[in-house]
Nanobody, 115 residues
């Protein structure tokens, strides 16, 4: 069964940067559109960035121009480069398929942005 392991989170000051990684096992990774999601305390999980198997990307308005999603199919890894971070970006970040039935969620990685 495919497993997802997120890493790279941490505590950063507003305006700083972080790079998140999501390592996936299993061959499904290279043919799926993948996404990064986040869930802030008391809020629902939201999709913030998507990358298709062909490399096309799409972003939520709240992160457009600041976040960049990429993927390395050879390494079965998806990345999220986050720049110009804001306190409202504070959340647990997860990766998963962008559409259809989801894989089992990983543990996520905590991102905390201080003002």
């Amino acid at each position: 069964q495919v497993q997802l392991v997120e890493s790279g989170g941490g505590l950063v000051q507003a305006g700083g940067s972080l790079r998140l990684s999501c390592a996936a096992s299993g061959s499904i990774f290279s043919i799926s559109a993948m996404g990064w999601y986040r869930q802030a305390p008391g809020k629902q999980r939201e999709l913030v960035a998507v990358i298709t198997s062909g490399g096309s990307t799409n972003y939520a308005d709240s992160v457009k121009g600041r976040f960049t999603i990429s993927r390395d199919n050879a390494k079965n890894t998806v990345y999220l480069q986050m720049n110009s971070l804001k306190p409202e970006d504070t959340a647990v970040y997860y990766c998963n398929k962008a559409g259809g039935s989801k894989l089992i969620w990983g543990q996520g990685t905590q991102v905390t942005v201080s003002s």
